[in-house]
């Protein structure tokens, strides 16, 4: 019914940027809040951001605050994290996530859809 294909990930200098997108299949997308996790080798799956259904509201990781910016294209049926002033730290597999029904943005166990992860590593 849903599905989540990331796409965008890949190598970057810290101090860089990235652009990671996320295309849904299965309608109508504006049912659903939109939200990225990431995974870091040996570390537990962490929010990063989220978006209401219209994207009117956004809520943030305080680990990503001022760098990074949720956005979604409902026409086109698909979320984005802009990732500015990359730090090593940042580096993980980045997950999209969706849900239809939601009281809080950042708790992962409300989130029923999830993408297969794009890799973001950024280099020293």
């Known amino acids: 019914q849903v599905q989540l294909v990331e796409s965008g990930g890949g190598l970057v200098q810290a101090g860089g940027s990235l652009r990671l997108s996320c295309a849904a299949s299965?309608?109508?997308?504006?049912?659903?809040?939109m939200a990225w996790f990431r995974q870091a080798p040996g570390k537990e799956r962490e929010f990063v951001a989220g978006?209401?259904?219209?994207?009117?509201?956004?809520y943030y990781a305080d680990s990503v605050k001022g760098r990074f910016t949720i956005s979604r294209d409902n026409a086109k049926s698909t979320v984005y994290l802009q990732m500015d002033s990359l730090k090593p730290e940042d580096t993980a597999v980045y997950y999209c996530?969706?849900?239809?029904?939601?009281?809080?943005?950042?708790?992962?166990?409300?989130?029923?859809?999830w993408g297969q992860g794009t890799q973001v590593t950024v280099s020293s």
């Open positions: 299965g309608r109508p997308f504006i049912n659903y809040a």
């Open positions: 978006a209401s259904r219209r994207g009117w509201t956004t």
């Open positions: 996530a969706g849900t239809s029904s939601y009281s809080d943005l950042s708790i992962i166990s409300q989130y029923d859809y």
